[in-house]
């Protein structure tokens, strides 16, 4: 039996911009993308901590060190520029090899800077290594 699992998980990002007529879905930071092993293309869903929707969508990669996070296309219905999200990805793997994936999460401050990115709660942050 394959199982759909948490991959990676963006944790904290604040929207920095809009563009509701715009090609593409979620555009992401390059260099946040690559900590969290997501690639330009990979499904998400996105949880939007500020006002609880939560959609489905695309990655798009944005300038690498931009802190960037924009919403395009529809999803810029979604939310507004300083909403907190919660960006998941999820993989499929068997039953042995779910029970024991540890998921990548990254972690940003309020300005879209990595603070850490561990793969377990009680694991050492990368930051702190």
Not at 23 to 47: F, H
Not at 56 to 82: F, H, P, Q, W
Request: charged share 30%.
């Amino acid at each position: 039996m394959l199982r759909n699992i948490l991959k990676s998980k963006i944790h904290g990002i604040k929207v920095t911009g809009k563009g509701l007529h715009y090609e593409g879905s979620l555009t992401i930071d390059e260099e946040i993308l690559k900590k969290a092993d997501m690639l330009e293309g990979e499904a998400v869903q996105v949880v939007n901590v500020t006002n609880g929707k939560r959609f489905e969508t695309y990655l798009m990669r944005g300038k690498k060190g931009s802190g960037e996070c924009i919403l395009n296309g529809g999803t810029a219905r979604l939310g507004e520029v300083g909403d907190e999200l919660i960006v998941l990805s999820f993989a499929w793997m068997d039953t042995a090899q779910a029970r024991s994936f540890i998921p990548k999460k990254v972690f940003l401050d309020e300005n879209n800077k990595i603070i850490k990115i561990n793969n377990t709660q009680g694991e050492k942050a990368e930051s702190e290594r």
